[in-house]
């Protein structure tokens, strides 16, 4: 059976979807966060939300976020979603991101996204307020043009890796095995543990021919 991987695909969110997402993912946010969302899906319309919207105290939690949490990021996927994405402040955010974590290798494909100068955060006064204030220090030398404390960073905003792991299943499974698509299909199948095959892989946005080498691995571990 034929199952190719859907990666550039991801499950829209604004609004309070959005809200809620970013609270299942771990941001303090004064709404119910929603169970397990997945995490490249909610890190993409984030920015999405940030840098075309200009809604830039998203944008500070998610760079936040991404501060902390960045190593348990699915770099693959979310690699493909930003390729997917025609606006160009989006893609110099995201190239940004890289430049920023410059020791993380795996997110090195997503400077290659953003042809051309660096991107002005505001829309009116970045330059008179890099030279009043200087440079977000993240973001300095980047794709990416922020003044020094336009997007506040402030790490209580966000759960730590061990509360966030006791929260979100997928991000759990991420910690132990590694941020893939593996992971997220063995994390929902011990939520679901009857899931087919198909709809393990279509929910972790995976293939088919992993989804089925994930369910007989953990078949083998549940019968123990």
């Not at 991000?171 to 087919?196: F, K, T």
Request: hydrophobic share 50%.
């Amino acid at each position: 059976m034929g199952f190719s991987r859907a990666r550039e695909r991801a499950s829209a969110l604004a609004g309070d979807d959005l809200s809620a997402a970013m609270g299942g993912i771990g941001i303090n946010l004064a709404v119910a966060p929603a169970p397990n969302p997945n995490i490249e899906d909610t890190l993409l319309f984030a920015s999405i939300e940030g840098m075309e919207r200009d809604d830039l105290r998203v944008l500070a939690l998610l760079v936040t976020w991404l501060g902390i949490h960045v190593a348990w990021v699915n770099a693959d996927r979310l690699v493909a979603l930003v390729r997917a994405q025609s606006a160009i402040r989006v893609r110099a955010f995201w190239a940004a991101v890289a430049q920023w974590q410059g020791r993380d290798r795996r997110l090195a494909r997503l400077r290659r996204l953003h042809r051309g100068g660096a991107v002005d955060l505001l829309a009116v006064g970045t330059e008179f307020q890099i030279r009043k204030r200087g440079e977000d220090p993240r973001f300095r030398g980047t794709a990416l043009r922020v003044p020094a404390g336009v997007l506040r960073d402030r790490p209580a905003d966000v759960l730590s890796p061990a509360q966030l792991a006791r929260r979100h299943r997928a991000y759990r499974c991420r910690v132990i095995m590694g941020p893939s698509y593996r992971a997220d299909m063995w994390a929902a199948l011990e939520l679901e543990p009857h899931l087919a095959t198909a709809e393990v892989a279509r929910r972790a946005y995976g293939s088919y021919a992993t989804a089925s080498v994930v369910r007989r691995g953990f078949a083998l571990v549940a019968s123990g």
